[in-house]
């Protein structure tokens, strides 16, 4: 049956979003040849969301336990947070840009993970 998942961000620089993700998030990672590194990701969850016909889309989002020490840790790093932190009811939200890849959500959730 399913073993995983594997997901993809598309960047306009992947060089520089894959420096990114192995230098600034700290994410191991293999070399599958030239370079093109597959990311070994924490562990994961996923939900689905209505979309109105023509917006239908995907979404990777990262999620941590304490959402300001985490911000500002990654601040520390240099990485840019695009808005504020903001309560949505499920959790804690912001988003960080990621270098040529436009931005990721980074939240806190509410609600328990098993």
């Known amino acids: ?11 306009s620089d992947a060089e520089k979003a894959r420096a990114f993700f192995r230098d600034v998030l700290g994410f191991p990672s ?3 040849g030239d370079g093109w590194l597959i990311f070994q990701a924490p ?3 996923f939900g689905v969301h209505p979309a109105p016909p023509g917006d239908v ?3 990777v989002s ?3 336990d304490d959402i300001h020490a985490t911000v500002a840790e ?8 695009l808005r504020e932190v ?3 009811g ?21 609600y328990d993970k098993p």
């Open 1 to 11: 049956m399913i073993k995983g998942m594997h997901g993809l961000f598309f960047a």
């Open 43 to 45: 562990e994961a969850d």
């Open 57 to 59: 889309h995907h979404e």
């Open 90 to 110: 499920w959790g804690y939200e912001t988003r960080f840009e990621l270098p040529g890849g436009g931005s990721v959500q980074l939240y806190q959730p509410k």
């Open 74 to 81: 990654l601040e520390g790093k240099g990485v840019k947070f």
């Open 62 to 64: 990262f999620y941590c």
């Open 30 to 32: 293999n070399d599958a």
């Open 86 to 88: 903001s309560d949505q």
